[in-house]
């Protein structure tokens, strides 16, 4: 039994990165996992104002975690798109917390390593999980006396240009899943909606029959895309749908003992 902890910078980032694995781990494998979402998502809208989008936007990530069966989704509450302003050991600090409290063995993040993050919050939550990683099995860092130490032993790392990411999660049984939770985002289908509307009207495309679409028909749109783009990253393992990670093993013992003792449920297809 291993328990998984998802970290993230905004309310979406999870349903589109790994969300179809994640449910897997908890409906095949009975896993308990747990997501931590660091922003208040207050800048994820054209239309909402502040006080609406954060209240919304914590809402629709709860009914996500219920799709997905997580245990809980917690919020850290930073100002989405200010991360880079919060000293990062305060940050790296809520993660060790959560992993020593939840006894995290698996995490999920944004790829510390990964080129072509062009968000600040990605690449913030990214280090601050890296770190904490490694150092929520000290008992010298985190938040002193709250919680024992604790060894996390793997990592699954996504990114939106993945590099050296051979792991390869067959999600052909849970993509419908992983589209139902990004769905529940009802804000975020919006924002994403409207800056594909803004980019067409930008560069002169004629969208004029996506101005007016209906909910449903929107929302099909995205699931559509989603669905393209996991087809995608199937074509590499030869899976219908997949989604991809960096996979990466903590600890020293296997050296030590000289024997795999950690086997990753979804082991890294060399590619
Ligand atoms: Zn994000």
């Known amino acids: 039994m291993k328990t998984v902890l998802v970290v993230v910078a905004h309310g979406d980032d999870m349903e589109f990165m790994c969300a179809g694995t994640v449910y897997r781990w908890v409906k095949e494998y009975n896993f308990p996992a747990y997501e931590l979402i660091l922003t208040d998502n207050r800048k994820g809208t054209y239309t909402l104002k502040e006080s609406e989008i954060i209240g919304k936007s914590k809402e629709e990530a709860i009914e996500a975690g219920k799709v997905l069966g997580l245990k809980e989704v917690r919020f850290g509450n930073f100002i989405d798109g200010e991360l880079e302003d919060i000293p990062k050991k305060h940050i790296r600090n809520i993660v060790i917390d959560m992993i020593r409290e939840v006894k995290a063995n698996i995490v999920l993040s944004w790829d510390p390593f990964a080129a072509g993050e062009d968000h600040p919050d990605h690449r913030v939550t990214a280090m601050a999980t890296y770190e904490a990683i490694s150092f929520s099995s000290n008992p010298n860092f985190g938040t002193p006396g709250l919680y024992p130490p604790h060894f996390v032993s793997e990592a699954y790392w996504f990114a939106k240009k993945p590099e050296n990411a051979f792991t390869f999660v067959d999600i052909t049984e849970s993509i419908d899943k992983k589209i139902e939770a990004l769905l529940k985002h009802e804000t975020q289908m919006e924002l ?80």
């Open 192 to 271: 994403t909606f409207d800056s594909l509307k803004l980019e067409a009207e930008t560069l002169g495309i004629d969208l004029s029959g996506l101005a007016n679409v209906d909910r449903d028909t929107r929302n099909q749109i995205i699931a559509n895309a989603v669905k393209d783009y996991t087809a995608e990253k199937g074509k590499v393992p030869g899976y219908k749908h997949a989604e991809q990670f960096r996979y990466e093993k903590f600890g020293m013992i296997e050296m030590v003992l000289g024997q795999e003792i950690i086997k990753p449920e979804f082991p890294p297809i060399n590619v």
